[in-house]
């Protein structure tokens, strides 16, 4: 039962912390607009420079957040799939679509 409770702490941890990387983004999306519709890799240099100033190895890595998203939403939805509450199986489904959507931020 301790096992099971530290787990699921840790997967909603994860989980919160995918959300907030993806509302940053979002944010960064919409307050920089006029930078995106110029130049779109010139954009995306922009959002990994203002990452760097929280993640200084984002700069050697650059897919490193996208990759290290995926894997800790991939396991938030696996111990989340394991509960047998409904909610934690909507949850499960979130994270799963949540990572799909982070794939497409790879290519």
């Known amino acids: 039962m301790k096992k099971n409770l530290i787990l699921l702490v840790i997967a909603f941890f994860f989980f919160l912390l995918s959300i907030f990387k993806i509302i940053h983004w979002n944010?960064?999306?919409?307050?920089n607009e006029e930078v995106r519709k110029r130049d779109y890799i010139k954009f995306i240099e922009?959002?990994?420079d203002e990452v760097a100033n929280y993640i200084p190895?984002?700069?050697?890595?650059?897919?490193?957040?996208?990759?290290?998203?995926i894997l800790i939403l991939c396991?938030?939805?696996v111990i989340f799939l394991k509960q047998k509450n409904i909610i934690f199986k909507i949850l499960?489904?979130?994270?799963?679509?949540?990572?799909?959507?982070n794939l497409f931020s790879l290519m």
């Open 27 to 31: 944010l960064f999306w919409s307050n």
């Open 46 to 48: 922009t959002y990994r």
């Open 57 to 69: 190895q984002i700069k050697q890595f650059p897919h490193i957040l996208e990759v290290v998203s």
């Open 75 to 77: 396991f938030a939805g």
């Open 92 to 101: 499960a489904i979130t994270a799963f679509i949540l990572a799909f959507w």
